[in-house]
């Protein structure tokens, strides 16, 4: 109701305007622009904060002005602002539609549109297709993200593109994958104005970067991520904070505690509805919950939140026929440059074969016999390279398998082990503090070797409690900021040693 009457209000504001404005802009084509302009500003503005019914009001406003005044840059745009809301509303045909007449209309004339509609497709195919399907339409975007002349506006085109990868590889349970493609990001991030990047790349980076530690039980570190993400949100007035509930209700439900998975999943759930989207989230949040509940012993409610699954999988019919749809696409562009490539080939054909056969004839017999040299010099030398690769390797993992087993073993000999594989760790460490004593810095070993608090104590015969106050003791010798990850920061610091 709220919403409604807002945008009655917007409606009303803007006619007002219009008539106060119109015989003025009808004349002056440069006024027009100016107008339409502000309506994309005004998108810009409530999409980044997700509201969707705003932003779409204000995407339809500035694609009738373009089409009236024939402004091929704002008809563009609009309907890719367009596309943009129908996928949050999980309208893909919808949004298919819209991305093909703004690719019709801008050709590859406007770099950066074309890079949003190549993300704006992405998206799609990670819905209704594959993770492979994204992909590939997302790296069509990489040539014309790389015209950008801009550092900040390429910086922020390639974490977006690489957030929308990497999404697609957490929906595909890819984790490897996802961690590749957010390591780019943290190199990218440092190198540009954080504070000059929209507040939707920014935190879902930092949520998804909590996906790998959840996976792995790092429950600190993830947590660590998730909620530099929600403060971020918080700090900058961002609405959408979903995917950081989520990621706090698979974690509870991962270790089992379900009232408070309930908790956090309620929370996402009711965020998302307030902001009016749907994202795959939506289904498993529905299946998720009736699973709690059933642990709960709450049958009513798990019940209740089986049929809301049963019957969002139902609602989201599109998904098929969008499937069918991107199918076809990918068919018919498929088709095209099978025939760009035969075209290409025939002429390719035509204009050097004769040319060819007087080159071949010619250089025949001398280019085999210094062909011939060059392979078998260039087989040796590869031979000893991969025989002295593997051996390095071989002799690498052997050294770390070894200390990882001291380590489980609780073997006196662990730390001075330790010591001749990683000489960098230790007296990194003894740089910042050298009355460090040798428990300390074999716990600190067991953490640059990744071992959780649960391991710790296990192979240490101590308890959790234990091991987490010798980690806040740690950070009190080695003065390491509360809101840093000591297993980060130990391996950073003997990284910057090295």
């Not at 807002?6 to 006619?15: D, V």
């Not at 002056?28 to 500003?41: C, D, G, M, V």
């Not at 819905?127 to 950008?148: D, G, L, N, R």
């Not at 960098?424 to 740089?431: A, C």
Request: proline content about 2%; some cysteine; glycine content about 2%.
């Amino acid at each position: 109701m709220k919403t409604k009457i807002i945008l009655i209000l917007l409606s009303t504001y803007t006619i007002l305007y219009s008539q106060s404005t119109a015989h003025t802009a009808s004349n002056n084509p440069k006024l027009q622009k100016e107008e339409i302009q502000s309506l994309l500003a005004l998108f810009n503005r409530k999409y980044q904060n997700m509201e969707l019914d705003a932003s779409e009001f204000y995407a339809k406003k500035a694609l009738a002005k373009s089409i009236k005044t024939k402004y091929s840059y704002g008809i563009a745009y609009s309907y890719l602002y367009n596309a943009q809301v129908a996928i949050d509303k999980a309208k893909f045909n919808t949004a298919l539609q819209l991305l093909r007449k703004a690719e019709k209309e801008s050709g590859e004339d406007i770099p950066l549109l074309t890079i949003e509609i190549h993300t704006a497709r992405a998206k799609i195919y990670d819905m209704v297709m594959s993770s492979q399907a994204c992909i590939k339409e997302q790296k069509k975007a990489f040539p014309f993200i790389e015209e950008i002349t801009d550092k900040q506006k390429r910086g922020i085109l390639q974490i977006i593109a690489n957030n929308t990868i990497s999404f697609s590889y957490l929906h595909e349970g890819q984790i490897d994958s996802l961690s590749y493609y957010l390591a780019k990001n943290d190199k990218l991030i440092p190198t540009l104005s954080e504070a000059e990047i929209p507040t939707r790349p920014l935190t879902d980076f930092y949520a998804l970067k909590a996906v790998p530690f959840n996976k792995n039980k790092q429950y600190d570190s993830a947590n660590f991520y998730i909620n530099k993400s929600i403060r971020i949100a918080q700090n900058r007035q961002y609405k959408d904070i979903s995917l950081a509930y989520f990621l706090k209700g698979n974690q509870a439900f991962n270790k089992k505690v379900y009232d408070s998975a309930v908790s956090y999943y309620l929370r996402s759930l009711k965020n998302m509805e307030e902001l009016d989207y749907i994202t795959i989230r939506t289904g498993a949040i529905f299946e998720r919950l009736s699973i709690a509940y059933s642990k709960l012993g709450d049958v009513k409610n798990s019940n209740e939140y089986k049929l809301r699954f049963i019957e969002h999988q139902k609602q989201m019919h599109e998904y098929s026929d969008a499937h069918y749809t991107v199918i076809d696409e990918i068919a018919a562009e498929r088709n095209e440059k099978e025939q760009e490539h035969i075209n290409k080939d025939i002429f390719i054909i035509i204009s050097i074969f004769l040319l060819l056969i007087i080159i071949l004839i010619y250089f025949f017999y001398k280019r085999h016999v210094h062909h011939r040299k060059k392979i078998n010099i260039q087989e040796t030398i590869i031979s000893k390279e991969e025989e002295k690769n593997f051996l390095l390797e071989r002799k690498v993992n052997k050294a770390f398998d070894e200390v990882v087993q001291l380590a489980k073993e609780n073997s006196p000999e662990f730390l001075t082990r330790f010591k001749e594989v990683y000489p960098e760790v230790i007296s990194s460490l003894l740089s910042v503090n050298p009355k460090l004593q040798i428990s300390e810095l074999t716990f600190c070993a067991y953490l640059y070797l990744n071992f959780s608090s649960k391991n710790i104590a296990q192979y240490t015969f101590v308890t959790p409690r234990a091991v987490q106050l010798r980690k806040n003791r740690l950070r009190k010798k080695l003065n390491i900021p509360s809101e840093d990850d000591i297993y980060l920061w130990i391996k950073k610091i003997a990284e910057n040693h090295i």
